[in-house]
């Protein structure tokens, strides 16, 4: 058994945390045992990998320049830890990873993990511009480039980075989990006020320009001034009543009160089993786990055209144009005239697709076979 050192960017409460969270809790953790270190303090799930028995040591780089202070107990971490395997999580955590590989004392095998996509209509923000840049050149480094979706590592191949490694294992979804969805559902209508046989929809996403809030709620706005009935739950980072930018765009719905702003919650699952619908309205995504767990407890999607989203819904829920509210409120309206035999079959439909594609199971095969060094894709055919 070695093991393996997992460096992510921060354990916030998002998409790449939960899927890092899922494969070292998993089985493969029997063969290569996890230990994290996370470069940023925010508050998030560190917790949750705490209680998993997973060992996280926080460096606390909220700043680029306390880089060089922080670097010796990097490589202190490293040495100590001992790692047949270090596997950098998100573009600076590869980065980092990278640092820490050169300077382990030993030569363990150097994974990537890319959750992003870098879209040429999509601004990237100055900092991870650059961090962009110092990875194409990096890239070299690295036995494997784990890419969770095939979107994502062609855009990176077009900005240069080298793809001779390049391979693809999407986020695997735990399954089978989950044996209380009634009572919770039950539970998060009652807390939000929401009546038993009223629609959901929910989106978990983040106030982020990637994610286009904007959007959202003006789709929200044209489904209400349709006379639709359906409640809205948004959670996550910036979706809560203290974001002054959400609360001007809320400001335009004509009924607020179907509109639930929960900010950051860590009950995801508790949440996603309340939905009837699960939405998101991205200009950019890689492989948002949010919709493959939605999936995976039988919620038909809608989604805009971005990153794999497309082929792994596929045709159990519904893909609009992005920056089409008009579209994203049509899709909602054309899921809420079906009948409850229909969004059922959809939503059966949607976890045998989650089953057979993208299970835990499936990633973990991948993993080891990756460390074999044989090539295996978990991605839809």
Known sequence: MGNILYVITSLSVGGAQKALLNLASSEFSSEYRPFVISLVEVNGVQQQFEQAGIPVHVLGLNRLKQLPWLLPRLFGLVRTIKPSVIHGWMHHGNVLATLAWLFAGCRPVLLWGMHHTPEKATLERAQHAFILKLGRWLSRFPQRIV?????????????????????????????????????????????????????????????????????????????????????????????????????ALLENI??????????????????????GIATLSSQREAFPLFLAEAMAEGVPCVATDVGDIAEFVADTGLIVPVNDSSALAEAWSTLLQQSV?????????????????????AVVTAYRQLLRGETYSVSSE
């Open 254 to 275: 004509p009924d607020k009160t179907k509109v639930h702003l929960l900010g950051v919650r860590t009950d995801a699952a508790r949440l996603i089993a309340a939905l």
């Open 341 to 361: 035999a229909q969004r059922h079959v959809l939503g059966k439909l949607a976890q045998q697709r989650v089953a057979s594609r993208y299970s835990l199971d």
């Open 147 to 247: 890419y969770v979706s095939r979107r994502s590592m062609q855009r990176h191949a077009e900005l240069g980075y080298v793809t001779q490694h390049a391979q693809v294992i999407a986020n695997g979804i735990p399954l089978g989990k989950n044996n209380h969805r009634a009572e919770q559902a039950a539970a998060v209508r009652e807390e939000l006020g929401i009546p038993p046989d009223a629609m959901l929809i929910g989106s978990l996403t983040r106030y982020v320009p990637e994610k286009d809030i904007p959007n959202l709620m003006q789709a929200i706005r044209l489904l209400q001034e349709r006379g639709a009935s359906a409640h809205f739950l948004l959670a996550g980072e910036g979706m809560d009543a203290g974001n002054p930018a959400l609360q």
